[in-house]
Protein backbone atom coordinates (compact mmCIF):
# COMPACT_ATOMS: atom_id res chain seq x y z
CA UNK A 1 0.00 0.00 0.00
CA UNK A 2 1.56 3.48 -1.01
CA UNK A 3 1.00 6.32 1.43
CA UNK A 4 -0.01 9.76 -0.20
CA UNK A 5 1.36 12.93 1.73
CA UNK A 6 -1.30 15.31 2.36
CA UNK A 7 -0.69 18.64 2.17
CA UNK A 8 -2.43 20.32 5.04
CA UNK A 9 -4.85 23.84 4.42
CA UNK A 10 -4.15 26.87 5.34
CA UNK A 11 -6.65 28.42 7.45
CA UNK A 12 -6.96 32.21 7.13
CA UNK A 13 -8.71 34.69 9.63
CA UNK A 14 -11.85 36.36 7.98
CA UNK A 15 -10.83 39.23 10.32
CA UNK A 16 -7.83 40.86 12.16
CA UNK A 17 -6.38 40.03 15.38
CA UNK A 18 -8.17 41.53 18.33
CA UNK A 19 -10.76 44.48 18.48
CA UNK A 20 -11.55 46.07 15.36
CA UNK A 21 -11.36 49.64 14.26
CA UNK A 22 -14.57 51.43 14.57
CA UNK A 23 -14.47 53.87 11.60
CA UNK A 24 -16.75 56.55 13.56
CA UNK A 25 -13.95 56.77 16.20
CA UNK A 26 -11.35 57.26 13.77
CA UNK A 27 -13.79 60.16 11.95
CA UNK A 28 -14.15 61.71 15.50
CA UNK A 29 -10.81 61.43 16.18
CA UNK A 30 -9.73 63.10 12.85
CA UNK A 31 -12.04 65.95 13.79
CA UNK A 32 -10.24 66.44 16.97
CA UNK A 33 -6.52 65.98 16.28
CA UNK A 34 -6.40 66.59 12.10
CA UNK A 35 -6.13 64.95 9.37
CA UNK A 36 -3.23 62.71 9.57
CA UNK A 37 -3.32 61.59 6.12
CA UNK A 38 -2.67 65.30 5.36
CA UNK A 39 -0.39 66.47 7.97
CA UNK A 40 2.09 62.73 8.74
CA UNK A 41 4.01 64.78 10.94
CA UNK A 42 0.64 64.29 13.17
CA UNK A 43 1.89 60.84 13.86
CA UNK A 44 4.62 61.42 15.69
CA UNK A 45 5.36 59.47 19.04
CA UNK A 46 6.18 62.38 21.04
CA UNK A 47 2.61 63.67 20.25
CA UNK A 48 1.00 60.31 21.86
CA UNK A 49 0.20 62.07 25.38
CA UNK A 50 -0.57 65.43 23.87
CA UNK A 51 -3.58 63.63 21.71
CA UNK A 52 -4.43 62.02 25.06
CA UNK A 53 -4.66 65.32 26.66
CA UNK A 54 -7.18 66.78 23.83
CA UNK A 55 -9.37 63.44 23.77
CA UNK A 56 -9.39 63.69 27.43
CA UNK A 57 -10.33 66.93 27.79
CA UNK A 58 -13.07 66.95 24.66
CA UNK A 59 -15.16 64.00 26.68
CA UNK A 60 -13.97 63.40 30.17
CA UNK A 61 -12.55 59.90 29.55
CA UNK A 62 -11.01 57.38 27.04
CA UNK A 63 -12.77 55.41 25.48
CA UNK A 64 -11.12 52.35 24.94
CA UNK A 65 -12.44 52.60 20.39
CA UNK A 66 -10.66 55.93 20.92
CA UNK A 67 -7.47 54.08 21.80
CA UNK A 68 -7.76 51.56 19.05
CA UNK A 69 -8.54 54.64 16.53
CA UNK A 70 -5.36 56.53 18.28
CA UNK A 71 -3.20 53.80 17.56
CA UNK A 72 -3.95 53.04 14.00
CA UNK A 73 -3.79 56.82 13.60
CA UNK A 74 -0.49 57.16 14.87
CA UNK A 75 0.30 53.85 13.76
CA UNK A 76 1.16 52.72 16.83
CA UNK A 77 0.18 48.86 18.52
CA UNK A 78 -2.78 49.30 20.58
CA UNK A 79 -0.64 48.11 23.62
CA UNK A 80 1.93 51.17 23.47
CA UNK A 81 -1.48 53.21 23.52
CA UNK A 82 -3.35 51.51 25.98
CA UNK A 83 0.20 51.33 28.33
CA UNK A 84 0.72 54.79 28.38
CA UNK A 85 -3.21 56.20 28.91
CA UNK A 86 -2.90 53.54 31.57
CA UNK A 87 0.08 54.89 33.49
CA UNK A 88 -0.89 58.24 33.59
CA UNK A 89 -3.57 59.01 36.73
CA UNK A 90 -5.35 62.17 34.62
CA UNK A 91 -6.12 59.62 31.91
CA UNK A 92 -9.81 58.01 32.54
CA UNK A 93 -9.47 54.65 30.72
CA UNK A 94 -13.06 53.13 30.39
CA UNK A 95 -13.22 49.62 29.23
CA UNK A 96 -16.29 48.43 27.27
CA UNK A 97 -18.32 47.32 29.92
CA UNK A 98 -17.46 49.94 32.67
CA UNK A 99 -19.91 52.97 33.07
CA UNK A 100 -18.48 56.08 32.20
CA UNK A 101 -17.03 58.15 34.78
CA UNK A 102 -19.38 60.70 36.92
CA UNK A 103 -19.69 64.65 34.83
CA UNK A 104 -18.00 66.12 37.48
CA UNK A 105 -14.83 65.01 39.35
CA UNK A 106 -13.86 66.60 42.90
CA UNK A 107 -10.37 66.01 43.65
CA UNK A 108 -8.98 66.29 47.28
CA UNK A 109 -5.57 66.43 47.80
CA UNK A 110 -4.44 64.01 50.79
CA UNK A 111 -0.80 65.66 50.90
CA UNK A 112 0.50 65.83 53.98
CA UNK A 113 0.17 69.57 54.24
CA UNK A 114 -3.43 69.05 52.82
CA UNK A 115 -3.82 65.80 55.71
CA UNK A 116 -2.86 68.50 58.64
CA UNK A 117 -5.31 70.85 57.56
CA UNK A 118 -8.45 68.10 58.10
CA UNK A 119 -8.63 67.51 53.88
CA UNK A 120 -9.55 63.56 55.10
CA UNK A 121 -12.81 64.88 56.65
CA UNK A 122 -13.64 67.10 54.28
CA UNK A 123 -13.12 63.73 52.28
CA UNK A 124 -15.38 61.90 54.06
CA UNK A 125 -18.30 65.21 53.90
CA UNK A 126 -17.96 65.47 50.02
CA UNK A 127 -18.29 61.91 49.29
CA UNK A 128 -21.64 61.58 52.52
CA UNK A 129 -23.23 64.40 50.22
CA UNK A 130 -22.97 63.88 46.78
CA UNK A 131 -24.72 61.45 44.51
CA UNK A 132 -21.84 59.68 43.42
CA UNK A 133 -23.58 58.89 39.93
CA UNK A 134 -23.28 62.59 39.24
CA UNK A 135 -20.01 63.66 41.29
CA UNK A 136 -17.12 61.69 42.22
CA UNK A 137 -14.83 62.50 44.89
CA UNK A 138 -11.01 61.38 44.55
CA UNK A 139 -8.47 61.53 46.41
CA UNK A 140 -5.35 63.10 44.65
CA UNK A 141 -2.05 64.09 45.29
CA UNK A 142 0.03 67.24 46.26
CA UNK A 143 -1.42 69.42 43.88
CA UNK A 144 1.42 72.48 44.45
CA UNK A 145 -0.67 74.43 46.73
CA UNK A 146 0.22 73.40 50.47
CA UNK A 147 0.44 76.98 51.14
CA UNK A 148 -3.25 76.91 51.10
CA UNK A 149 -4.31 73.49 52.75
CA UNK A 150 -6.55 71.74 52.43
CA UNK A 151 -6.60 72.43 48.45
CA UNK A 152 -9.57 70.39 46.29
CA UNK A 153 -9.57 70.62 42.79
CA UNK A 154 -13.39 71.03 41.06
CA UNK A 155 -12.71 70.19 37.20
CA UNK A 156 -10.17 72.34 36.43
CA UNK A 157 -10.59 74.90 39.36
CA UNK A 158 -8.82 74.93 42.41
CA UNK A 159 -10.75 75.89 45.81
CA UNK A 160 -7.79 77.31 48.56
CA UNK A 161 -8.59 77.05 51.77
CA UNK A 162 -11.23 74.54 51.06
CA UNK A 163 -14.68 74.30 52.98
CA UNK A 164 -17.52 71.71 52.31
CA UNK A 165 -19.54 75.14 51.68
CA UNK A 166 -16.85 76.38 49.43
CA UNK A 167 -16.70 73.32 47.47
CA UNK A 168 -20.43 72.52 46.80
CA UNK A 169 -20.96 76.55 45.69
CA UNK A 170 -18.31 75.56 42.58
CA UNK A 171 -20.03 72.51 42.18
CA UNK A 172 -23.73 74.61 42.11
CA UNK A 173 -22.39 77.49 39.90
CA UNK A 174 -20.76 74.91 37.24
CA UNK A 175 -17.47 76.94 36.89
CA UNK A 176 -14.80 74.41 36.63
CA UNK A 177 -12.08 75.82 34.50
CA UNK A 178 -8.78 77.49 36.03
CA UNK A 179 -8.97 80.41 37.76
CA UNK A 180 -7.54 83.71 36.31
CA UNK A 181 -4.09 84.58 36.87
CA UNK A 182 -2.30 88.12 36.88
CA UNK A 183 0.83 87.57 35.92
CA UNK A 184 3.45 90.04 33.96
CA UNK A 185 3.48 90.78 30.55
CA UNK A 186 6.01 90.67 27.89
CA UNK A 187 5.94 94.99 27.95
CA UNK A 188 6.25 95.72 31.54
CA UNK A 189 8.95 92.86 31.78
CA UNK A 190 11.48 94.25 29.03
CA UNK A 191 10.62 97.92 30.60
CA UNK A 192 12.43 96.72 33.70
CA UNK A 193 15.54 95.05 30.99
CA UNK A 194 13.80 91.74 30.42
CA UNK A 195 15.39 90.04 27.52
CA UNK A 196 18.36 92.32 27.28
CA UNK A 197 20.87 89.75 28.74
CA UNK A 198 19.30 87.13 25.58
CA UNK A 199 19.11 89.69 22.76
CA UNK A 200 23.34 90.45 24.23
CA UNK A 201 24.40 86.87 24.14
CA UNK A 202 22.74 86.52 20.66
CA UNK A 203 24.22 89.72 19.35
CA UNK A 204 27.64 88.65 20.48
CA UNK A 205 27.74 91.37 23.23
CA UNK A 206 28.15 88.58 26.16
CA UNK A 207 29.90 85.83 25.58
CA UNK A 208 28.79 82.11 26.67
CA UNK A 209 32.19 82.42 28.87
CA UNK A 210 31.23 85.41 30.30
CA UNK A 211 27.85 83.85 31.66
CA UNK A 212 29.17 80.89 33.03
CA UNK A 213 31.69 82.93 34.70
CA UNK A 214 28.43 85.00 36.36
CA UNK A 215 27.02 81.75 37.11
CA UNK A 216 30.08 79.94 38.36
CA UNK A 217 31.11 82.97 40.99
CA UNK A 218 27.26 83.24 41.93
CA UNK A 219 27.98 79.59 42.53
CA UNK A 220 24.05 79.29 41.36
CA UNK A 221 22.93 75.56 42.05
CA UNK A 222 20.30 73.18 40.84
CA UNK A 223 16.99 74.33 42.78
CA UNK A 224 15.20 71.18 41.82
CA UNK A 225 16.86 69.05 44.75
CA UNK A 226 19.76 67.54 43.74
CA UNK A 227 22.16 71.11 43.65
CA UNK A 228 24.50 69.92 40.85
CA UNK A 229 26.60 73.47 40.09
CA UNK A 230 24.75 74.88 37.06
CA UNK A 231 27.62 76.16 34.86
CA UNK A 232 29.14 72.46 35.67
CA UNK A 233 25.84 71.34 33.71
CA UNK A 234 25.40 74.11 31.17
CA UNK A 235 28.94 73.52 29.92
CA UNK A 236 29.17 69.58 29.80
CA UNK A 237 26.04 69.59 27.92
CA UNK A 238 28.12 72.51 25.42
CA UNK A 239 30.60 70.03 25.20
CA UNK A 240 28.65 67.39 24.07
CA UNK A 241 28.17 66.87 20.17
CA UNK A 242 25.00 68.32 18.59
CA UNK A 243 22.36 68.39 17.94
CA UNK A 244 21.43 69.37 21.61
CA UNK A 245 18.22 69.91 23.18
CA UNK A 246 16.96 71.71 26.36
CA UNK A 247 14.44 70.75 28.88
CA UNK A 248 12.80 73.02 31.45
CA UNK A 249 11.10 70.58 34.08
CA UNK A 250 8.02 72.32 35.80
CA UNK A 251 7.03 68.90 37.39
CA UNK A 252 7.36 69.65 40.94
CA UNK A 253 5.56 67.08 42.36
CA UNK A 254 7.51 66.81 45.73
CA UNK A 255 4.63 66.96 48.88
CA UNK A 256 5.26 70.48 50.13
CA UNK A 257 6.75 72.19 47.03
CA UNK A 258 5.11 74.93 45.25
CA UNK A 259 8.08 77.60 44.50
CA UNK A 260 8.36 77.09 40.83
CA UNK A 261 4.65 77.68 40.94
CA UNK A 262 5.23 80.97 42.64
CA UNK A 263 7.57 82.18 40.21
CA UNK A 264 5.76 81.18 36.84
CA UNK A 265 2.38 82.70 38.33
CA UNK A 266 3.49 86.39 38.68
CA UNK A 267 7.18 86.54 36.30
CA UNK A 268 7.02 83.99 33.39
CA UNK A 269 8.94 85.84 31.23
CA UNK A 270 11.88 85.61 33.34
CA UNK A 271 11.44 82.19 33.63
CA UNK A 272 10.99 81.85 29.63
CA UNK A 273 14.32 83.96 29.32
CA UNK A 274 16.54 81.81 31.54
CA UNK A 275 15.41 78.91 29.79
CA UNK A 276 16.13 80.66 26.80
CA UNK A 277 19.62 81.42 27.58
CA UNK A 278 19.93 77.67 28.24
CA UNK A 279 18.90 76.55 24.93
CA UNK A 280 21.15 79.62 23.87
CA UNK A 281 24.14 78.15 25.38
CA UNK A 282 24.13 74.60 24.08
CA UNK A 283 22.96 75.80 20.72
CA UNK A 284 19.75 73.96 21.33
CA UNK A 285 17.24 72.40 18.26
CA UNK A 286 14.23 72.82 20.59
CA UNK A 287 13.45 74.30 23.93
CA UNK A 288 10.51 72.17 25.77
CA UNK A 289 8.60 72.89 28.88
CA UNK A 290 7.15 69.95 31.01
CA UNK A 291 4.28 71.76 32.77
CA UNK A 292 2.11 69.41 35.58
CA UNK A 293 -1.06 68.90 34.37
CA UNK A 294 -1.99 70.16 38.69
CA UNK A 295 -1.39 73.95 37.03
CA UNK A 296 -4.10 74.09 33.87
CA UNK A 297 -4.45 77.93 34.83
CA UNK A 298 -0.38 78.35 34.29
CA UNK A 299 -0.72 76.18 31.04
CA UNK A 300 -2.81 79.22 29.80
CA UNK A 301 -0.62 81.72 31.17
CA UNK A 302 2.88 79.80 29.23
CA UNK A 303 0.67 79.66 26.01
CA UNK A 304 0.26 83.58 25.70
CA UNK A 305 3.53 84.28 27.19
CA UNK A 306 5.60 81.96 24.16
CA UNK A 307 2.79 83.76 21.73
CA UNK A 308 3.85 87.30 22.87
CA UNK A 309 7.60 85.65 22.62
CA UNK A 310 7.13 84.40 18.89
CA UNK A 311 5.23 87.67 18.02
CA UNK A 312 8.20 90.04 19.17
CA UNK A 313 10.54 88.01 17.02
CA UNK A 314 12.43 86.51 20.23
CA UNK A 315 11.65 82.93 19.98
CA UNK A 316 11.29 81.26 16.20
CA UNK A 317 7.64 79.59 15.94
CA UNK A 318 7.92 76.35 17.34
CA UNK A 319 11.04 76.68 18.79
CA UNK A 320 9.52 76.49 22.35
CA UNK A 321 7.71 73.39 22.57
CA UNK A 322 4.74 73.37 25.71
CA UNK A 323 3.87 69.75 26.97
CA UNK A 324 1.40 68.96 29.79
CA UNK A 325 2.43 66.37 32.27
CA UNK A 326 -0.71 63.85 32.84
CA UNK A 327 -0.35 63.24 36.73
CA UNK A 328 2.83 61.49 37.26
CA UNK A 329 5.27 62.40 40.15
CA UNK A 330 7.94 60.17 38.96
CA UNK A 331 8.32 62.62 35.79
CA UNK A 332 10.06 65.22 37.77
CA UNK A 333 12.69 63.20 37.40
CA UNK A 334 14.96 64.07 34.86
CA UNK A 335 15.11 60.83 32.37
CA UNK A 336 11.68 60.04 33.47
CA UNK A 337 10.25 63.48 32.47
CA UNK A 338 12.57 62.99 28.76
CA UNK A 339 10.41 59.50 28.22
CA UNK A 340 7.63 61.13 28.76
CA UNK A 341 8.38 64.40 26.52
CA UNK A 342 8.85 61.24 24.24
CA UNK A 343 5.12 60.23 24.46
CA UNK A 344 6.03 56.94 26.85
CA UNK A 345 5.18 55.99 30.34
CA UNK A 346 7.18 58.31 33.12
CA UNK A 347 9.62 55.16 33.96
CA UNK A 348 13.64 56.90 34.67
CA UNK A 349 16.31 55.42 32.84
CA UNK A 350 19.05 53.26 33.66
CA UNK A 351 22.48 55.43 33.97
CA UNK A 352 24.81 55.79 32.26
CA UNK A 353 24.48 56.90 30.18
CA UNK A 354 23.30 60.62 31.23
CA UNK A 355 20.42 62.78 29.62
CA UNK A 356 22.96 65.32 29.21
CA UNK A 357 25.06 62.91 27.07
CA UNK A 358 22.33 61.10 25.53
CA UNK A 359 18.40 62.53 26.46
CA UNK A 360 15.47 63.23 24.68
CA UNK A 361 15.40 61.53 21.46
CA UNK A 362 18.83 59.92 22.28
CA UNK A 363 21.01 63.81 21.89
CA UNK A 364 22.42 65.16 24.51
CA UNK A 365 19.39 67.15 26.23
CA UNK A 366 20.24 70.05 28.79
CA UNK A 367 17.40 70.08 31.66
CA UNK A 368 17.19 72.85 34.28
CA UNK A 369 14.47 73.35 36.94
CA UNK A 370 11.97 76.19 36.83
CA UNK A 371 13.71 78.39 39.78
CA UNK A 372 16.85 78.02 38.49
CA UNK A 373 16.21 79.67 35.36
CA UNK A 374 14.52 82.02 36.65
CA UNK A 375 17.59 83.66 38.88
CA UNK A 376 20.07 83.37 35.88
CA UNK A 377 18.84 86.85 34.32
CA UNK A 378 18.45 88.18 37.83
CA UNK A 379 22.09 87.41 38.73
CA UNK A 380 23.37 89.29 35.52
CA UNK A 381 21.30 92.28 36.02
CA UNK A 382 22.08 92.66 39.94
CA UNK A 383 25.36 91.04 39.90
CA UNK A 384 26.54 87.88 41.36
CA UNK A 385 28.67 88.78 43.74
CA UNK A 386 25.20 90.64 45.55
CA UNK A 387 23.80 87.09 45.31
CA UNK A 388 26.77 84.95 46.84
CA UNK A 389 26.85 87.52 49.62
CA UNK A 390 23.94 86.71 51.17
CA UNK A 391 23.78 83.85 53.31
CA UNK A 392 24.34 83.44 57.25
CA UNK A 393 26.78 80.67 58.43
CA UNK A 394 29.24 80.76 55.77
CA UNK A 395 26.58 79.63 53.45
CA UNK A 396 25.90 81.79 49.93
CA UNK A 397 23.02 82.53 48.19
CA UNK A 398 19.51 82.82 49.03
CA UNK A 399 16.99 80.42 49.12
CA UNK A 400 13.26 80.09 47.88
CA UNK A 401 11.58 78.02 50.76
CA UNK A 402 8.29 77.04 50.23
CA UNK A 403 6.59 76.62 53.82
CA UNK A 404 3.83 74.64 55.28
CA UNK A 405 2.18 72.89 58.10
CA UNK A 406 1.66 75.04 61.76
CA UNK A 407 2.95 78.44 60.83
CA UNK A 408 1.06 81.17 60.60
CA UNK A 409 2.60 83.12 57.30
CA UNK A 410 3.13 79.68 55.27
CA UNK A 411 3.90 80.30 51.37
CA UNK A 412 7.33 81.02 49.50
CA UNK A 413 9.82 82.63 51.60
CA UNK A 414 12.73 84.35 50.06
CA UNK A 415 15.43 83.83 52.60
CA UNK A 416 19.18 83.36 53.22
CA UNK A 417 20.88 80.13 52.49
CA UNK A 418 21.93 78.74 55.91
CA UNK A 419 19.03 80.44 58.12
CA UNK A 420 18.08 78.02 60.66
CA UNK A 421 13.98 76.45 60.90
CA UNK A 422 13.47 78.60 64.66
CA UNK A 423 14.75 81.65 62.24
CA UNK A 424 12.77 81.06 59.60
CA UNK A 425 9.82 80.42 61.49
CA UNK A 426 10.30 83.65 63.91
CA UNK A 427 11.50 85.67 60.81
CA UNK A 428 9.53 85.30 57.81
CA UNK A 429 6.66 82.62 58.72
CA UNK A 430 5.10 84.67 61.93
CA UNK A 431 5.80 82.34 64.11
CA UNK A 432 4.07 78.82 65.12
CA UNK A 433 0.60 78.81 64.94
CA UNK A 434 -1.37 79.60 67.69
CA UNK A 435 -1.42 76.57 69.76
CA UNK A 436 0.94 74.98 68.28
CA UNK A 437 4.67 73.44 69.42
CA UNK A 438 7.43 73.19 67.14
CA UNK A 439 7.99 68.85 67.41
CA UNK A 440 9.73 68.48 63.88
CA UNK A 441 10.00 69.71 60.38
CA UNK A 442 10.35 67.86 57.12
CA UNK A 443 13.57 69.96 55.65
CA UNK A 444 13.35 68.71 51.95
CA UNK A 445 9.71 67.72 51.32
CA UNK A 446 8.59 64.05 51.56
CA UNK A 447 11.62 62.70 50.51
CA UNK A 448 14.09 64.83 52.54
CA UNK A 449 13.32 62.82 56.02
CA UNK A 450 11.97 64.68 59.19
CA UNK A 451 14.10 66.68 62.09
CA UNK A 452 12.89 66.92 65.51
CA UNK A 453 12.57 70.47 66.86
CA UNK A 454 15.99 69.69 69.35
CA UNK A 455 17.56 70.08 65.83
CA UNK A 456 16.15 73.13 64.35
CA UNK A 457 19.37 75.05 64.60
CA UNK A 458 20.97 73.27 61.88
CA UNK A 459 21.52 75.90 58.77
CA UNK A 460 19.40 74.83 55.82
CA UNK A 461 21.23 74.48 52.83
CA UNK A 462 22.65 71.76 50.63
CA UNK A 463 25.32 69.39 52.39
CA UNK A 464 24.12 70.86 55.81
CA UNK A 465 21.54 68.20 56.50
CA UNK A 466 23.18 64.61 55.31
CA UNK A 467 25.07 63.79 58.60
CA UNK A 468 21.83 63.96 60.34
CA UNK A 469 20.07 61.42 57.60
CA UNK A 470 18.20 64.32 55.75
CA UNK A 471 18.76 66.52 52.80
CA UNK A 472 17.16 70.06 51.93
CA UNK A 473 16.05 69.03 48.16
CA UNK A 474 14.01 71.97 46.87
CA UNK A 475 13.74 73.53 50.02
CA UNK A 476 10.14 72.24 50.81
CA UNK A 477 9.87 73.12 54.49
CA UNK A 478 6.82 70.99 56.45
CA UNK A 479 6.38 72.39 60.43
CA UNK A 480 4.72 69.47 62.45
CA UNK A 481 3.46 70.23 66.11
CA UNK A 482 3.16 68.59 68.92
CA UNK A 483 -0.43 68.40 67.69
CA UNK A 484 0.38 65.76 65.28
CA UNK A 485 0.78 62.13 65.13
CA UNK A 486 3.47 60.99 64.12
CA UNK A 487 2.78 57.51 62.56
CA UNK A 488 -0.09 59.01 60.84
CA UNK A 489 2.63 61.47 59.16
CA UNK A 490 5.15 58.76 58.10
CA UNK A 491 1.91 56.33 56.59
CA UNK A 492 0.81 59.79 54.68
CA UNK A 493 4.41 60.17 53.20
CA UNK A 494 4.89 56.53 52.29
CA UNK A 495 1.35 55.79 50.96
CA UNK A 496 2.12 58.71 48.73
CA UNK A 497 5.61 56.75 47.67
CA UNK A 498 3.33 53.81 47.66
CA UNK A 499 1.02 55.04 44.96
CA UNK A 500 3.58 57.04 42.69
CA UNK A 501 6.15 54.27 41.98
CA UNK A 502 6.32 53.73 38.65
CA UNK A 503 6.55 50.04 39.39
CA UNK A 504 9.52 49.29 37.23
CA UNK A 505 12.07 47.76 39.67
CA UNK A 506 10.94 45.34 42.61
CA UNK A 507 12.70 47.23 45.41
CA UNK A 508 10.47 50.27 45.15
CA UNK A 509 7.38 48.53 44.38
CA UNK A 510 7.54 46.21 46.58
CA UNK A 511 9.03 48.10 48.81
CA UNK A 512 7.00 50.95 49.58
CA UNK A 513 3.79 49.33 49.80
CA UNK A 514 5.74 46.99 52.57
CA UNK A 515 7.17 49.58 54.90
CA UNK A 516 3.88 50.81 54.66
CA UNK A 517 2.35 47.87 56.07
CA UNK A 518 4.83 47.83 58.38
CA UNK A 519 4.82 51.24 59.98
CA UNK A 520 0.49 50.92 60.33
CA UNK A 521 1.41 48.00 62.94
CA UNK A 522 1.19 48.90 66.47
CA UNK A 523 4.33 47.80 67.25
CA UNK A 524 7.68 48.60 64.88
CA UNK A 525 10.05 45.86 64.02
CA UNK A 526 13.35 48.21 63.50
CA UNK A 527 15.66 45.30 62.38
CA UNK A 528 13.20 44.60 59.93
CA UNK A 529 12.46 48.23 58.71
CA UNK A 530 16.30 49.12 58.76
CA UNK A 531 17.10 46.14 56.41
CA UNK A 532 14.10 46.91 53.57
CA UNK A 533 14.83 50.37 53.95
CA UNK A 534 18.92 49.36 53.03
CA UNK A 535 17.49 47.03 50.14
CA UNK A 536 15.13 50.31 48.49
CA UNK A 537 18.45 52.30 48.87
CA UNK A 538 21.05 50.60 47.53
CA UNK A 539 18.88 48.87 44.95
CA UNK A 540 16.07 51.02 43.69
CA UNK A 541 17.04 52.70 39.77
CA UNK A 542 15.87 56.11 40.72
CA UNK A 543 15.71 58.95 43.52
CA UNK A 544 12.31 58.26 44.73
CA UNK A 545 13.09 54.94 45.89
CA UNK A 546 16.06 55.48 47.02
CA UNK A 547 14.77 58.31 49.41
CA UNK A 548 11.26 56.86 50.12
CA UNK A 549 12.48 55.44 53.36
CA UNK A 550 14.07 58.75 54.39
CA UNK A 551 10.64 59.66 56.76
CA UNK A 552 10.87 55.71 58.48
CA UNK A 553 14.22 55.94 59.27
CA UNK A 554 13.93 59.71 60.82
CA UNK A 555 11.04 58.86 63.30
CA UNK A 556 13.32 55.69 64.24
CA UNK A 557 16.18 57.86 64.60
CA UNK A 558 15.01 60.75 66.06
CA UNK A 559 11.45 60.01 67.21
CA UNK A 560 11.43 56.88 69.80
CA UNK A 561 10.19 58.39 72.33
CA UNK A 562 7.55 60.57 70.84
CA UNK A 563 6.48 57.34 69.31
CA UNK A 564 6.03 55.67 72.02
CA UNK A 565 3.93 58.48 73.75
CA UNK A 566 1.65 58.12 70.72
CA UNK A 567 1.38 54.16 71.59
CA UNK A 568 3.55 53.07 69.17
CA UNK A 569 6.32 50.86 70.30
CA UNK A 570 9.56 49.77 68.45
CA UNK A 571 11.48 47.13 69.25
CA UNK A 572 15.18 46.64 68.38
Known sequence: MSVQSVTPRRRFRGTPRGRELDPAALDRLRQWLGDEREAPERRRRDLLIEHLHVIQDAQGHLALADLRALAAYMNLPMAA??????????FDVVHDDQALPAAITVRVCDSLPCQLAGAAALRAVLEDGNDPAVVRVLRAPCMGRCDMAPVVEVGHRHVNHATHEAVEAVID???FHPEAILWQRLDAYRAGGGYRLLVDCRDGRVTAEALLATLERANLRGLGGA????????????DEPGPRYCAINA??????TFKDRHYLEREPHRVLEGALLGAWMVNAEALYFYLRDEYPGLH??????????????LAEPGFIVLRRGAGAYICGEE???????????????HRPPLVAQRGLFGRPTLVNNVETVYWIPRLWQEGAEAFAGEGRRSRQGLRSFSVSGRVNRPGVHLAPAGITLNELVAEYCGGMA?????AGYLPGGASGGILPASKADIPLDFDTLQEHGCFIGSAAIIVLSDHDDLRAVAANLMAFFADESCGQCTPCRVGTEKLLTLIERDTWQAADLERLSRVMMDASICGLGQAAPNPVLSLLRDFRDALADQNVIVKG
Open 81 to 90: VYETATFYAH
Open 173 to 175: TGH
Open 227 to 238: GFPTFKKWRSVR
Open 251 to 256: DEGEPG
Open 300 to 313: RVLGEAIAELEAAG
Open 335 to 349: SAMIESLEGKPGKPR
Open 434 to 438: EGHRL
